[in-house]
């Protein structure tokens, strides 16, 4: 299965969720969380990593138009709390906890 149509379909939503914030919400920081809420919960569902990079640029072009430079930090933490909370829910994750003894982890 190809990756473009979720990457344009997740870049559109932002897109739209960008436009939507500064049709409707007053506020600057409104705004921006409503794009970061979009780009994190985009970024937790897509699979592919080169789709949460599309998208992650997608939502930071979408906050340089809506507020400014100084909210790109917001996308930058939605982003890694949504790739984070997916990568920890891995498989790969859960057998890099599994491999070490108990007594191992403790400091």
């Known amino acids: 299965m190809s990756i473009i149509p979720a990457t344009l379909g997740g870049c559109v939503a932002v897109a739209l969720a960008a436009l939507a ?3 409707a919400v007053p506020g600057t ?3 921006v969380v409503i794009v970061a809420v979009a ?17 992650a640029a997608a939502g930071s072009m979408a906050v340089l138009v ?4 100084a909210y790109l930090f917001a996308v930058a933490v939605a982003v890694l709390l949504g790739r ?3 990568w920890v829910r891995s498989p790969e994750a859960l057998a890099l906890f599994r491999s070490t003894p108990p007594d191992a982890r403790l400091p």
């Open 29 to 31: 920081g409104e705004r």
């Open 84 to 86: 984070g909370q997916r």
């Open 39 to 55: 780009v994190g919960a985009l970024s937790a569902l897509l699979r592919d990593t080169r789709s949460c990079l599309a998208i």
């Open 21 to 23: 914030a500064r049709v």
């Open 66 to 69: 809506v507020a400014g430079v």
